[in-house]
C-alpha cells in the first residue's frame, strides 16, 4: 500500500510503532554516516557498525511491514530523524570511536526503556504490535551492552555527549508520539 494511501496513527499502539520505525531510520542513518567517517578516524569499529546497521534496517522493515499490514502511515519525523541521525552520526564519528561507543550507549539505553514500557503496555492491548517490539529487544540490548563495554565514560565530554545524546532522543520520541 502506497504511503499516501495509509492514515494517520489512531492508537497508542500504532503511535508505539510509527515512533519505532522513524527512530530505527535514525538508527541506521547513525550508524551509516558513522561508518563512512570511521573510515579515516575509526577503521578499528567499521565491522561492528556494519552489523549494528544491518540490525536497524532489518528493524525498520519490521515496523514498515507492519504499519503497512496495518494501514498506518508513517511518523511524520521519519526523514527528520533520518536527517538528523545522519547529522549525529557524522558528528559523533568525527569524534573517534569512544564517541561513537558514547552515541550507541546513550540511544540504547533511551530506546531500551522506552522498549520496556510499549512491551508493558502492548502486552494487553495489541498483541501484534507488541511481538513486533520483542522481536527486536535483543539486537537493541547487545548494541547497548557491546557500547558499554567498549565506552570509557572517565572524561567529562564522553558523559556531556551521553547526557545530549540521551536529551535529544527522548525528545524525538515525545515528540513522534504527539
Known amino acids: 500500500m502506497l504511503f499516501s494511501k495509509r492514515r494517520p496513527a489512531q492508537t497508542t499502539a500504532e503511535k508505539m510503532i510509527k515512533v519505532n520505525h522513524a527512530g530505527e531510520n535514525g538508527a541506521v542513518n547513525i550508524y551509516r554516516a558513522q561508518r563512512l567517517v570511521a573510515l ?13 546497521q544491518a540490525h536497524e534496517e532489518a528493524h525498520r522493515r519490521l515496523f514498515g511491514n507492519w504499519l503497512a499490514r496495518n494501514g498506518v502511515r508513517r511518523c511524520v519525523s521519519y526523514h527528520l530523524c533520518g536527517l538528523g541521525g545522519f547529522a549525529l552520526g557524522f558528528v559523533t ?10 552515541t550507541t550507549f546513550a540511544v540504547e539505553n533511551v530506546v531500551l526503556e ?3 514500557e ?16 520483542r522481536a527486536i529487544l535483543r539486537d537493541e540490548q547487545d548494541h547497548h551492552d557491546q557500547a558499554e563495554h ?14 545530549i545524546v540521551r536529551l535529544c532522543t527522548e ?8
Open 118 to 133: 510499549q512491551i508493558s503496555y502492548l502486552s494487553i492491548n495489541d498483541p501484534s504490535a507488541c511481538d513486533c517490539v
Open 150 to 163: 567498549d565506552l570509557d565514560q572517565s572524561h567529562s565530554l564522553t558523559r556531556s555527549l551521553i547526557w
Open 40 to 52: 579515516i578516524r575509526a577503521p578499528s569499529v567499521r565491522g561492528q557498525l556494519t552489523v549494528h
Open 93 to 102: 564519528g568525527a569524534m573517534g570511536a569512544n564517541a561513537i561507543a558514547a
Open 114 to 116: 522506552h522498549l520496556d
Open 171 to 178: 525528545s524525538v520520541i515525545r515528540f513522534g508520539m504527539r
